[in-house]
C-alpha cells in the first residue's frame, strides 16, 4: 500500500506565486525525500529531510517534516515556468530498509 | 538520467507474448529497482535487486520476473504480457556507498499491450 499521499492531487498557480505541496504518510521513517518528474521523463531527486530534522532549505526549496503528524511539506517560493511538473515523496520506512514508497504526486503547472 | 538506460523506450505488443524490458547503468549501483506508473497509482515497486543474482519481490510482481547476471544490467520480463500491464516501467539505481536511499532513475519504457 501507498505510504506517502500527496496534496493537492492538481495545483495550478501564476509565476511569481509560491506553490506548496502537502505528504502524509502512515508509518515510522527514517527519512523522506522529494522528487521531480517532468514530462516524459524519470523522477530526479530534490531534497531529503531526516527524521530528526524538521525544516531544510536548498535553493527555492524549503521542505518541512512533522513527525508528530506524519506530514511534510514542499514550498517553491517564486515558481518559474520551468518548475511546471509532478513532485513526488518518498518515504524510507525503516532503518536498513532497501525499498522507498513513492506517493502519487502533485501536478503543479506554473502559467507563465 | 544519472547513467541508467532503458531499452526499448517504446514498444507495443500483442497479450500473451513475453516482453523484456532492459535496464543498463554505468554508476556502479549495487541495488537497482523496476517500478511501474500508472494514473492515480504513482510509482508502484516490481522488483528489485541487492546485487548481481541477488533479488527480490516488490509490492505488485505478479506477472513479472527479473535477472540480474552482472552488476550493469537488470532485465524484467513479463512471462506473458495483459493489458493490465500497459503501463511507463522505470528502472532505478540507488546512490552507490550511501546509507540513504537516494535513488537515480531512467527515462522510462512505455509498454502498451493490446
Known amino acids: 500500500s501507498q505510504q506517502g499521499e500527496e496534496d493537492p492531487q492538481a495545483l495550478s498557480i501564476q509565476e511569481g506565486e509560491n506553490a506548496t505541496m502537502n505528504c502524509s504518510y502512515k508509518?515510522?521513517?527514517?527519512?523522506l525525500q522529494w522528487y521531480r518528474q517532468n514530462s516524459g521523463r524519470g523522477l530526479v531527486h530534490l531534497i531529503l529531510?531526516?527524521?530528526?530534522?524538521r525544516e531544510k532549505h536548498s535553493g527555492r526549496l524549503r521542505v518541512t517534516l512533522d513527525t508528530s503528524k506524519k506530514s511534510s511539506s514542499l514550498l517553491i517560493t517564486a515558481s518559474r515556468a520551468a518548475d511546471t511538473a509532478s513532485y513526488f515523496c518518498?518515504?524510507?520506512?525503516?532503518?536498513?530498509?532497501?525499498?522507498?514508497?513513492f506517493g502519487k504526486g502533485t501536478k503543479l503547472t506554473v502559467n507563465p | 538520467d544519472a547513467g541508467i538506460t532503458q531499452s526499448p523506450r517504446h514498444k507495443v505488443t500483442e497479450t500473451g507474448t513475453p516482453v523484456t524490458l532492459r535496464c543498463h547503468q554505468t554508476?556502479?549501483?549495487?541495488?537497482m529497482y523496476w517500478y511501474r506508473q500508472d494514473p492515480g497509482h504513482g510509482l508502484r515497486l516490481i522488483h528489485y535487486?541487492?546485487?548481481?543474482?541477488?533479488?527480490d519481490k516488490g509490492e505488485v510482481s505478479d506477472g513479472y520476473s527479473v535477472s540480474r547476471s552482472k552488476t550493469e544490467d537488470f532485465l524484467l520480463t513479463l512471462e506473458s504480457a495483459t493489458s493490465s500491464q500497459t503501463s511507463v516501467y522505470f528502472c532505478?539505481?540507488?546512490?552507490?556507498?550511501?546509507?540513504?536511499?537516494?535513488?537515480?532513475f531512467g527515462p522510462g519504457t512505455r509498454l502498451t499491450v493490446l
Open positions: 529531510i531526516r527524521s530528526n530534522e
Open positions: 554508476e556502479n549501483h549495487r541495488y
Open positions: 508509518t515510522s521513517i527514517n527519512n
Open positions: 532505478a539505481g540507488r546512490r552507490p556507498g550511501s546509507p540513504i536511499n537516494e535513488q537515480f
Open positions: 535487486s541487492y546485487g548481481v543474482k541477488d533479488t
Open positions: 518518498a518515504t524510507d520506512p525503516q532503518r536498513g530498509s532497501e525499498k522507498l514508497v
